[in-house]
């Protein structure tokens, strides 16, 4: 009798981070939330011995012999985030098996909300079809796949969020440990993402830039680890002798770490109003001392601190376009979608995707 192949179905979402911007990989503290936008894989046996990938938001297939998998040079596209997983599973010593994995996303990419991480993860949990890893080995794999193979020198906030997500509960992250408390949104309070619809191409140059200067600011404090380890004290008394921007750069991140700490105990105080005042001090900070915000993203944060009910707001992300996140009580919301829309829209000319995110469960099997 022939063997019926099943179609095995696996999701992992997206994520927003409400704050904690570009501190993760200076060992600093993140708080993200998985959204209800992600990427769907149907995973399906093949005769061939091959990785068979579609997509359905690229055109084309593309079909890949397993034996040449290991030794891969990226092709510039989107399955790089599937063959660097594909790889990184490889190097575990897990035999890849004869695939076609049916790609579908829900996350608009290059929008700040981690695509690439909701492709890797998804990809990841196809690929590993039932080899047991703990979720943060998890994580970690597909941080490398980043890391490695696209080439990214990101930290771990992205895929450590698709993979722990949980509903109704942001993740307070410390990306030293790499271990996570959860936090409950405030009632009173929705989080709101908008999307400036522009992403500009010197995103992934500046981050490496961004990671480069946070080491050279490190470099002045010997025996460190990370910037997480330097209070502002300390840096004030070191600013003489470092170099104007790394000396900005380390000033977000001391800074930033502080601001997600604050914004901690305000959350479980239930006071919005701090909450509001600190997202919006780190998208200044963003702004001004980590220069990763761009013309956009500030006029949407400037226009949403205009409308009634907005407690804060906020670039979310990488930066240099994609999305701001705001912090809106309930009952407002509707006008901030339809005033911020027309705001943002009369001065740049683009219609803002607006979505209402709730926080949802991470990555998992779904059929
Ligand atoms: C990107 C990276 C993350 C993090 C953010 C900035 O999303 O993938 O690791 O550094 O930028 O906070």
Redesign the pocket.
């Known amino acids: 009798m022939a063997r019926t192949s099943r179609i095995k179905h696996y999701h992992a979402p997206g994520r927003v ?1 409400l704050i ?6 200076n060992g600093g503290f ?1 708080m993200p939330i998985a959204i209800a936008m992600g990427t769907d894989i149907r995973a399906s046996e093949v005769k061939k011995p091959v990785l068979h990938l579609t997509s359905a938001q690229y055109p084309g297939e593309m079909i890949f012999p397993l034996e040449a998998i290991p030794s891969m040079k990226k092709t510039g596209a989107w399955v790089d985030y599937v063959l660097g997983v594909a790889k990184e599973v490889a190097a575990l010593g897990v035999e890849l098996r004869p695939m076609k994995l049916e790609v579908s996303s829900t996350v608009p990419t290059g929008s ?1 909300l ?1 695509s ?2 909701a492709l890797e993860v998804s990809s990841a949990l196809a690929l590993l079809d039932g080899w047991e890893l703990t979720k943060l080995d998890l994580a970690k794999l597909c ?1 490398r796949a ?1 890391r490695n193979f696209v080439g ?1 020198p ?6 450590y969020a698709s993979v722990h997500g949980e509903e109704h509960k942001a993740i307070l992250l410390d990306c030293r440990s790499n271990t996570h408390q959860l936090v409950p949104i405030p009632a009173g309070a929705e989080v709101v993402v908008s999307n400036t619809m522009v992403k500009h191409e010197l995103g992934s140059s500046a ?1 490496r830039e961004r990671v480069a200067q946070c080491a050279e600011a490190l470099s002045h404090f010997p025996g460190r680890q990370a910037l997480r380890d330097v209070t502002l004290g300390e840096l004030e008394r070191a600013a003489a002798g470092i170099a104007e921007i790394p000396l900005a750069r380390a000033r977000h991140v001391i800074l930033e770490d502080l601001r997600v700490e604050n914004f901690l105990t305000a959350a479980q105080q239930g006071d919005l109003e701090t909450m509001g005042r600190l997202m919006v001090e780190s998208h200044r900070s963003l702004q001004h001392d980590y220069e ?1 915000s761009c013309e956009e993203l500030d006029s949407m944060v400037d226009a949403a601190l205009t409308i009634e009910g907005v407690y804060g707001s906020r670039m ?4 240099f376009g994609g999305c701001t996140v705001s912090l809106v009580a309930p009952e407002a919301v509707e006008r901030f979608e339809k005033e911020l829309a027309a705001k943002y829209e009369a001065k740049h000319g683009l219609h803002p995707a607006i979505y209402r995110c709730t926080p949802s469960a991470g990555a998992r099997r779904v059929a």
Not at 316 to 319: I, M
Request: one cysteine or more; a negative charge; glycine letters at 22%.
């Open positions: 981070n904690g911007e570009h501190t993760d990989y993140v700040g981690s690439s991480a941080q980043e990214m990101c930290g771990i906030m992205d895929q981050y990763v979310t992300g990488g930066g």
